[in-house]
């Protein structure tokens, strides 16, 4: 029996690829110290091979505009710069004209400083920049010795690439109709070539040692871009299975990509929209990326956590103009701060409370602290002409505290209107249902507001009088249980008595097991973790709106959350 | 010679883009350009001891311009430190 040889990696970037290898063996070349007698030589020697090295960067910079975009090409300006450094060709010139080394040594010495310095950092992104100094330097090595450079660009069938790691320039040259796939030797999840691999959706591995240069060119590789595996000569059964395996991966990523761009239509034509919930800038990227109609809640802790002072009005107002800008016109629902309960500021020096979780929180403390709020709402009045923006305060109880917050809120427009700023005059301002009492009293909130999201997360807490991190009565957190229900269709009832719609921040709304009873009592708007917006479009479209109306009322009539999931259970 | 603070609010900190675009800025101007941060400092005409100041989102870093058009100089670069990058 022949044991199939497996090396194992990171996990760089998903998919299978099933092709020949092609082993790509750079050795490093580290030059020796050697002096020159005529510096001024040498000097001219090693600004040739910068202009020559500039010369082909410039190059492989348009190719890579040409094939994979302006934002690909991004690093080679930053090449451009790195030869155009000051620092590093200062200190090249210093150790020629001064110490007499040879342009090789003088340039590697130069260079591996910088190297060191980058190697020290914490932040994995600029460590891995000391990728960019070696492929640099790399290039520059071969055109002052006078060797061919390594090309990648010389392929000529399907292959998948084995080296000791990919560089910027290496992988803008990869002829991408023949790679199917890549393992390198060194490299981690944020190094370049793991990037590329994901932004390009090629299979890869990195980090797995020097092992795999046991590999010939030549051999057949099946790689397992998700397990981190790669299996060398497989036998027909394993061959078999991994096509099987990748010709349904490769249907599923297409079917998933069509719903990227998809709006949200049930199966008898009813449209509602799914949005993301972000707590950082970074998120609102990939909320885009896995098909985001709008950020349904943007929690805005972020800008007072780990931090020692309160954000400015300027800090708040770039991160929300940014923040709105990204989203290009679609909905943006940023909810005021919402801080007290286990969310704490050190250096506001809260009282303490016997009871955080029913204190002084969120809209509560915000009103009790104008000036703090104030700031908030002049920052998202002034970023508000940038984008869609819809303010949502949360964790109101009581009629008084809206109409408070709306009286802050338009006292600063108006303020900022009288000093000749300009401020969005169509901002939708909602607020959250978190409290029981105000999802029983709907009706009397819908006049003043345009629109209520839910914040079950909370609602079923409070409905349920029960903490769900205390282990003893988690079993109590219960959305499916028809009170929580009930509570949800007073709310959108309300907001279709008032014209005003009505969505959902809270886990309930990505739980596949609650979106068809939310879709049936007419929720319009799911927030939910960008991570599980396509598979709850894919849901929706399968689910007949009309039918899960019907057997939504049918539920509300249920004696228990289980008994409602049985329900589900038996219509889906 | 002039200098000012500035907080870093990029929540990537200061990657390849910002600093490509602050050490392009830079280079435009004849006076001195210095960046420190966290103990250490760069010639914010180099990308590369720029890049190895390891700036995070947070940090307080000191510019400081020194010669002609400082003034000028400072104030652009400012706005480039405090500036939120795709």
Redesign the interface.
Known sequence: MVVTIIYKGIAASPGIAIAKAIVVKQEKYAPPLSTVTDTEAEWTRYQAALQAAKGEIEQIHQLTIEKLGEQHA??F??HL??LD????NDGVEAAIKEESYKAEYALHTTAQQ?IR??LE???D??RG?ATD?EDITARMMSHLRGVKHVDLSALNEECIIVAHDLTPSDTAQLQLELVRGFITEAGSRTSHSAIMARSLELPAIVGTGADIFKIETGSILIIDGMKGEVFVDPDQQLRNEYEAAKLAYDQKQADLRKLVQAPTISADGHQVELAANVG???DIERAIQHGAEGIGLFRTEFLYM??SELPSEE?QY??Y??ALE?MNGKPVVIRTLDIGGDKELSYLQLPKEENPFLGQRALRFCLANPELFRTQLRALLRASVYGNLKIMFPMIAVLEELLQAKQLLAEEKQRLQDEGIAVSQSIEVGMMVEIPSVAISADLFAPHIDFFSIGTNDLIQYTMAADRMNQSISYLYQPLHPSILRLVKMVIEAGKQAGKWVGMCGEMAGDAKAVPLLLGLGLHEFSMSATSILATREQIGLLDRTRWEDLANQALALPTAAAVEKLIIEHC | MVSETYKIVNPTGFHVRPTKTFVQAASQYPCKITVHNKGKKANGKSSLTMLTLGITVGDDVVLECDGEQEQEALQELGKLLTSIYD
């Not at chain 1, 450094?85 to 590093?88: F, S, T």
């Open positions: 991004e690093i300006e930053g710069l790195i450094d000051p620092e590093l910088f310095m980058l950092l914490d932040d992104t600029l920049r100094i950082k800038l970074e780990s931090r800090e770039n991160c103009k940014f990204k």
